[in-house]
């Protein structure tokens, strides 16, 4: 058989250009509609043609911006559940802790942030489960604070991001410290939380075991301490007249990704295939919250 040359200069080319999939990789543009499922949706959304999604800026591997493109778990959750629904993704990414009011004004159907379920947000929304984890101490290594429980915090600066889960349970756990008392700051993102540990403005920052192993990945001078309450994770969906509705095509939507295993290539492209499920739960306005161990 005689060589082709130019064939080869043409794979290598695309190759370098990454115009090749690799193989076995995750392609959101793979997957199709469900009718079935996308029957499911209220009216209202189907006549829309889109779901309107907020993705909070919470940084690798869950949302982040790279070379103007939005990435991470969350971005790739958002466009295979719309893809499934048959609905063109609105996706918005926003501050985590204007979420639930963002959802409460109508300004989106959805939002991501892996929200833990809690009777207070049960108040305003409801959720439907779609991942799990857990909270760990971002701290720098070499340094005396290395928090490996939440009574550790006593006498030290600590912080979260605002909003989050992980920021009520700092409150919560620096009202128990009476000898030495422990500071607590709220910040707008991930990313503002680690500079303010690099800058020795906290000891300690509480995370999501993700967002700890991915600041970890980039900077090697900061390590994770200690494993802090954890449990399952959710989106939450705007509470309205087509909540019911949209609860159960969202629910359908979730465990028809994890039964073709389209939802574990998604997890295992961004390292996040520690927090998977077997199926999405709904939590709706009087439902009991998940127990989580914070």
């Known amino acids: 058989m005689k060589f082709n040359y130019s064939r080869l200069l043409c794979l290598i080319a695309a190759l370098a250009a990454g115009a090749l999939p690799a193989a076995g990789a995750w392609s959101q543009e793979a997957i199709a509609k469900a009718d079935d499922v996308a029957a499911q949706l209220p009216q209202s959304i189907k006549d829309a043609g889109e779901l309107r999604i907020a993705v909070p800026d919470t940084g690798k591997p869950l949302a982040y911006k790279e070379g103007g493109v939005l990435k991470g778990m969350d971005v790739d959750l958002a466009q295979s559940v719309?893809?499934?629904?048959g609905l063109k993704a609105d996706i918005r990414l926003i501050p985590f802790a204007t979420a639930l009011a963002g959802l409460q004004s109508n300004k989106y159907d959805i939002s991501y942030g892996e929200f833990y379920v809690t009777t207070e947000r049960l108040k305003v929304a409801d959720f439907v489960t779609n991942w799990q984890d857990y909270s760990t101490f971002?701290?720098?290594k070499g340094?005396?604070?290395q928090a490996k429980a939440l009574a550790d915090i006593c006498g030290h600066k600590v912080g979260a991001m605002a909003g989050s889960a992980e920021l009520a349970t700092l409150n919560s756990a620096a009202l128990k410290c009476t000898d030495k008392a422990s500071v607590v700051s709220a910040f707008p993102s991930i990313n503002n939380a680690?500079?303010?540990l690099n800058s020795g403005r906290v000891d300690g920052v509480l995370i999501n075991r993700g967002g700890a192993q991915e600041s970890i990945r980039v900077d090697a001078g900061l390590s994770a301490s200690g494993e802090i309450g954890g449990g399952p994770t959710a989106?939450?969906?705007a509470r309205n007249a087509n909540s019911a509705q949209l609860l159960q095509a969202l629910k359908a939507a979730y465990d028809r990704l994890i039964q073709n295993g389209e939802y574990a290539k998604i997890l295992e492209k961004n390292d996040t295939a520690f927090g998977a499920v077997k199926s999405a739960e709904i939590y709706q306005e009087g439902s009991t919250p998940p127990k989580y161990s914070f």
């Open 82 to 85: 719309a893809a499934i629904l």
């Open 138 to 140: 971002l701290v720098k």
């Open 143 to 145: 340094q005396p604070f």
């Open 194 to 196: 680690v500079l303010a």
């Open 235 to 237: 989106t939450a969906v």
